[in-house]
C-alpha cells in the first residue's frame, strides 16, 4: 500500500495563494511523472498540472501563468503554488504518482476560494 501524504488546501479570498504539497515514500521506484488533478461533485477528475521526471511540465489552459508545480527529487515531494485564486478553482484536489506499473492517489485536500 503505497500512502501519499497530501497538505496545503484551506479556505482563501479571490486572488490569494494556497500552496499544495503531497510526499511520496522516499524508496517508491520508478516514478515516470506526478501532479495535481481535480474534481468538482458530479464531474469528471481532470489533471491541473504534471511534472515528469526530466522536469518537463504540463498544466491545464485554465491554470496556465496562474499555477506552477515543481517537486523536490531527493524527497519525492510535489509542489502545487496557486497565484490569482479564482472561486472557479474551489473543488478538491488529488495528487497522484506514476510509476512504471501503477498510479497511486492522495487523499484529496479542499481548496475553497471565496469571492
Known amino acids: 500500500q503505497v500512502e501519499l501524504v497530501e497538505s496545503g488546501g484551506g479556505l482563501v479570498q479571490a486572488g490569494g495563494s494556497l500552496r499544495l504539497s503531497c510526499e511520496a515514500p522516499?524508496?517508491?521506484?520508478?516514478?515516470?511523472?506526478m501532479g495535481w488533478y481535480r474534481q468538482a461533485p458530479g464531474s469528471q477528475r481532470e489533471l491541473v498540472a504534471a511534472i515528469y521526471m526530466n522536469g518537463d511540465t504540463k498544466y491545464e489552459d485554465a491554470v496556465k501563468g496562474r499555477f506552477t508545480i515543481s517537486r523536490d527529487k531527493t524527497k519525492n515531494i510535489v509542489y502545487l503554488q496557486m497565484n490569482s485564486l479564482k472561486s472557479e478553482d474551489t473543488t478538491v484536489y488529488y495528487c497522484?504518482?506514476?510509476?512504471?506499473?501503477?498510479?497511486?492517489w492522495g487523499q484529496g485536500t479542499q481548496v475553497t476560494v471565496s469571492s
Open positions: 522516499r524508496r517508491l521506484p520508478g516514478i515516470k511523472v
Open positions: 497522484f504518482v506514476e510509476s512504471a506499473w501503477s498510479k497511486y
